[in-house]
């Protein structure tokens, strides 16, 4: 049973564009919601995270939206880059140092 | 200051063999994570290590086994490997379980495949 869904599979964007990539999960207890972005070859990169207790986050170009009722998260993108073109992933844990769940990804390429 | 290093880089074995994999965490961190990254899926949590013992463990068979050391630093070790463990197995390491605001940062991984 995947414990956190991810859409789109893959995204398309031109330069400049904003892409969003949405999550969602069922599990209450989770409380740390954190974005990973990882190219060919590559471990995963934290971008950036998020706890329940705020609405949205930005750090840079990417901010979090994140709706508690909704059980529902996503990651925006602002002005995107070709240099953004990789696999982000949202996942989802009971506390930092825990498991993270991982959603199954989200190809994005962004044309020049 | 050295991020999460993971040894080796690629890795090719047959059916039926073992493997053992490396893992040293960030300065500053005792606690280290395994994950299975089958090609075009997210990370699945093998197990999580901490003073050396196993923590958490994901649904994962008996065939794959931890250790940590005193340094932290640990290893995955795979028996009587199958085509379906062909893989890119990451290290995660963190500070304290628990600590707030701080997060799990992953090695470059280990590619493994298995023929």
């Known amino acids: 049973q995947q414990q956190v869904k991810q859409s789109p599979q893959s995204l398309i964007v031109q330069k400049g564009g904003i892409p969003i990539i949405n999550c969602a999960y069922e599990?209450?207890?989770?409380?740390?919601f954190p974005w990973y972005q990882q190219f060919p070859g590559k471990g995963p990169a934290l971008l950036i995270a998020i706890r329940p207790d705020v609405s949205e986050k930005k750090e840079g170009r990417f901010t979090i939206s994140f709706n508690k009722s909704a059980k529902q998260f996503s990651l925006h993108i602002m002005d995107s880059q070709p240099g953004d073109s990789a696999t982000y992933f949202c996942a989802a844990s009971i506390r930092t140092g825990n498991q993270f769940y991982f959603g199954t990804g989200t190809s994005l390429t962004v044309i020049p | 200051d050295a991020g999460v290093t993971q040894s080796p880089t690629h890795l090719i074995k047959t059916r039926g063999q073992q493997v053992t994999l490396r893992c040293s965490p960030k300065?500053?961190?005792?606690?280290v994570s395994w994950y299975q990254q089958a090609l075009g899926q997210g990370p699945q949590f093998i197990f999580q290590?901490?003073?050396?013992?196993?923590?958490q463990r994901g649904n994962f068979p008996d065939r794959f086994s931890g250790h940590q050391f005193p340094n932290y630093s640990s290893e995955l070790n795979v028996n009587a490997l199958l085509l379906g463990d062909s893989a890119l197995y990451l290290c995660a390491s963190s500070p304290l379980i628990g600590s707030k605001g701080e997060t799990q940062y992953f090695g470059p991984g280990t590619r493994l495949l298995v023929l």
């Open positions: 300065s500053g961190h005792d606690t």
């Open positions: 290590y901490y003073e050396e013992e196993e923590r």
């Open positions: 599990n209450t207890a989770f409380d740390y």
